[in-house]
């Protein structure tokens, strides 16, 4: 039998139409967060070094999360190994809003035995994040175009006035686009710092020490610098937790317990996510904590959001530990043993006799190798376990051409910015180390990488270095100083700014779109930290 249509059942049929527009609008209007891929990270060893660094500014600008590519697509495959994309965070459709307020905080509904009351909530966005997000698309397509026409550029481009500094010459990937993004980072950045926590493990670290960077950073940004205080204009949002400062109070040498640190990072975030919306928003994408402690990888660990999704700002930046450029930023190692940098520069180039020199214990297998085959072995090549009495550390780098920078127990090592300060090339020895600011600063310009199973043959590689490309290394070395050094009072494009603006970059790889978000996470959030227990 065949369908019959007749002429009444157009009444019956035409009101039903507008309902199933508003229906197909209401459902289609839910938002979703995603985050830039890192494909461009992976087919950077099939590039050239030009190609990238054209690539990793030019994506910053795009219209569409699966076209956006990872901001770090300008560093060179032999940098990092290729990080996996993070699988985008889907929401189901938006609930019923009869049985959802849409003004509740989207927290974690935590019960006396931990239990989350209430799995589905919904967050409605505040104005103010629309308007940020909104300006967001506009900043980056900004430095994309900065990017794409940098032989036109000038300090004053577009109205992008700065008569302080214009970053230029091969030490930078792209300077114009780095200088776009830098200015266009001091009129936007924002760092929320939540005020949970007490001294000393919180809102406080360490000044005057190997780990004097997570402490210096932490009390600049505590005393103001770029800080809101109202959490709905953050860009940023800032985990004040010192690691260093876990161990030293809660860990029992040679225990090998991290519990106690570990109960200590679930209960904060567990705190954050009940009392704030921010978390859940956004599962800790616009989230940041920091840490020069090796440990700072594993204590990360404990909040599986944490170590996937936020951005770490991390000395032990290695990638065969879960390091991804992507999202996470590379924190340079100083040892500032007085609180001060003192005694910048060093002998001119001419003047400097030795070839290369390192001098330090052997932690971990690489220095073990150095030692192994260059200790004592020629006036060359100067390796020390221990520098002889009454020899200067800092002296014998001023006077070298190249340091030594091995990694230790952990890739990262002081001694990178130490011979920055010398202005010593610095030499990098290490397997997964991704040096900091790789997604502006262009490396080869300024140093020298080698293999580790290339430490027999350093002489040879650094003998080959012709005197003309030293003297073109030694003299990036003194320009791209001024981004690693420590100011009492910081002042712009130095290594606080720098970081600021490496975690500035992470955040523009974040985006919210559309009007609603639904969390679903946080029952997920506390089975996952439980699971850790």
């Known amino acids: 039998m065949n369908p019959t249509f007749s002429t009444s059942s157009v009444f019956v049929v035409l009101p039903i139409l ?15 967060l995603t985050t830039f891929s890192s494909s461009s990270a992976s087919s950077a060893s099939s590039a050239s070094s030009s190609s990238a660094r054209s690539e990793f500014w030019r994506n910053i600008g795009g219209n569409s999360s699966s076209a956006a590519n990872s901001i770090t697509a300008g560093l060179s495959s032999d940098q990092l190994a290729p990080a996996e994309a993070p699988s985008p965070i889907t929401f189901p459709k938006k609930p019923d809003s009869r049985n959802s307020s849409p003004s509740a905080p989207a927290s974690s509904q ?48 577009h109205a992008y006035s700065d008569q302080d500094f214009l970053p230029k010459g091969h030490i930078y990937r792209n300077p114009s686009a780095f200088h776009r993004s830098y200015l266009e980072m001091e009129k936007l950045m924002k760092i929320y710092v939540y005020e949970e926590g007490e001294r000393p493990i919180f809102h406080d ?54 519990k106690p640190m570990r109960r200590v990072v679930v209960d904060y975030m567990k705190l954050i996510a ?30 599986p959001h944490l170590y996937h999704r936020s951005i770490r700002a991390l000395c032990n930046a290695n990638t065969s530990e879960g390091f991804r450029p992507f999202k996470d930023v590379s924190f340079p190692e100083i040892n500032l043993q007085t609180g001060e940098v003192r005694g910048l520069g060093g002998a001119s180039p001419s003047t400097r006799t030795i070839l290369a020199f390192f001098a330090g214990r052997q932690h971990g297998y690489i220095r073990y190798l150095l030692l192994n085959q260059w200790k004592n072995k020629d006036p060359d090549v100067q390796v020390y ?41 610095p030499v990098l020895i290490s397997d997964g180390f991704v040096p900091p600011f790789s997604d502006v600063l262009n490396w080869k310009s300024f140093s020298v990488e080698i293999k580790v199973t290339d430490i027999p043959n350093i002489k040879q590689i650094l003998m080959g270095i012709s005197t003309r490309h030293y003297l073109r290394l030694q003299r990036r070395v003194k320009m791209v100083q001024r981004h690693f050094v420590v100011n009492s009072t910081p002042t712009r ?41």
Not at 18 to 32: E, M, N, V
Not at 234 to 249: D, E, H
Not at 398 to 416: H, I, T
């Open 493 to 533: 494009y130095d290594v606080l700014h720098m970081i600021l603006h490496s975690i500035w970059l992470r955040r523009l790889n974040v985006r919210f779109q559309d009007t609603y978000s639904t969390v679903t996470h946080s029952k997920l959030f506390h089975n996952q930290t439980n699971q850790n227990h």
């Open 18 to 32: 507008p309902l199933l527009a508003l229906l197909l609008l209401f459902f289609s209007d839910h938002s979703a």
């Open 110 to 157: 935590i019960g006396e035995a931990g239990q989350i009351n209430r799995d589905t909530e919904l967050t409605r966005p505040s104005s103010s994040l629309h308007k940020l997000e909104a300006k967001l698309v506009e900043v980056r397509a900004s430095i994309r175009e900065a990017a794409l026409f940098a032989r036109n550029y000038t300090s004053t481009t």
């Open 385 to 425: 376990e221990q520098l002889p009495r009454r020899v200067s550390y800092q002296g014998m780098m001023k006077k070298s051409k190249f340091c030594l920078c091995p990694s230790g127990y952990e890739v990262a090592s002081p001694r990178v910015v130490e011979a920055i300060y010398a202005e010593c090339v």
């Open 205 to 258: 670290g360490p000044c005057r020490s190997i780990y004097s960077s997570e402490g210096r950073f932490i009390h600049e940004i505590e005393k103001g610098l770029f800080r809101t205080r109202d959490p709905n204009r953050a860009l940023v949002y800032f985990l004040p937790f010192s690691v260093v400062r876990m161990v030293q109070f809660l860990y029992v040498p040679d225990s090998h317990d991290t």
């Open 274 to 303: 009940h009392r704030h919306p921010f978390w859940n928003r956004s599962l800790g994408a616009d989230h940041f904590m920091l840490s020069c402690h090796d440990w700072g990888p594993t204590t990360s660990s404990f909040v």
